[in-house]
Nanobody, 127 residues
């Protein structure tokens, strides 16, 4: 079992920044990658990006590339999602999730790939 707790969401104006955190505990040694997803009202859960736990390699969806950056602190088992130049369309509940399975690039998009999920944190971007 892996437990995930997100934090850092909130309300921000368009063009602003937020940093989300995802703290992992439990059997984290089995984690291959951590992904970030988001879900807006009435829409399906959408892949944002992922980071490979062992080497920090990241991959982002086109919608956030150049604006969002993921990083990790292995000592604290925490992954961060720095979100800059936020847009109203970034408004959603953001979730972190982990998978023990190998994946690469767009192969990490699938929600079904991830075994454990956090409770989500709301991000609201006003125009």
């Amino acid at each position: 079992q892996v437990q995930l707790v997100e934090s850092g969401g909130g309300l921000v104006q368009a063009g602003g920044s937020l940093r989300l955190s995802c703290a992992a505990s439990g059997r984290t040694f089995s984690t291959y990658a951590m992904g970030w997803f988001r879900q807006a009202p009435g829409k399906e859960r959408e892949f944002v990006g992922h980071i490979i736990w062992s080497n920090g390699i990241t991959y982002y969806a086109d919608s956030v590339k150049g604006r969002f950056t993921m990083s990790r602190n292995n000592f604290e088992n925490t992954v961060y999602l720095q979100m800059n130049s936020l847009k109203p369309e970034d408004t959603a509940v953001y979730y972190c999730a982990v998978t023990p399975r190998y994946c690469s690039g767009s192969g990490c998009y699938a929600v079904s790939l991830y075994d454990y999920w956090g409770q989500g944190t709301q991000v609201t971007v006003s125009s």
